[in-house]
């Protein structure tokens, strides 16, 4: 009687273990995955933070657009603007002579 009972609390340890292990593991991978995530915001949110520095004055944005674009930027009037669906849409030969 006493083997079957030193049999069975063995077992049941066994298994218990057994559970734990595979319980810890599924935790590490949640630890994982929810630490990657966290470094993956922080990156995005110290590109967005370079970005507001940057880019956070209107003086700023006009300093950036004398320096980098001089005059490349041209009014459009709205009736001019196409909205495209598809790329079949595009007239290429029209946009070459807008470009020329």
Same mark, same amino acid.
């Given at each position: 009687?006493?083997?079957?009972?030193?049999?069975?609390?063995?077992? &049941?340890?066994?298994?218990?273990?057994?559970?734990?292990?595979?319980?810890?593991?599924?935790l590490?991978e949640?630890?994982?995955e929810?630490?990657?995530?966290?470094?993956?915001?922080?990156?995005?949110?110290e590109?967005?933070q &370079?970005?507001?520095?940057?880019?956070?004055?209107p003086?700023k &944005?006009?300093d950036?657009?004398?320096?980098?674009f001089?005059?490349?930027?041209?009014?459009?009037l709205?009736?001019?603007i196409?909205i495209?669906?598809?790329?079949?849409?595009?007239n290429f030969?029209?946009?070459?002579?807008?470009?020329?």
């Open positions: 009687m006493l083997r079957k009972i030193f049999i069975i609390i063995i077992l &049941l340890l066994i298994i218990s273990t057994t559970y734990i292990k595979n319980y810890t593991k599924k590490d949640k630890i994982f929810v630490k990657e995530n966290i470094n993956y915001l922080i990156s995005i949110k590109l967005v &370079l970005e507001n520095d940057y880019l956070s004055s003086s &944005l006009l950036f657009y004398n320096i980098y001089d005059n490349e930027l041209n009014y459009t709205r009736k001019n196409e495209i669906n598809d790329i079949n849409q595009i030969e029209k946009m070459n002579k807008n470009e020329q």
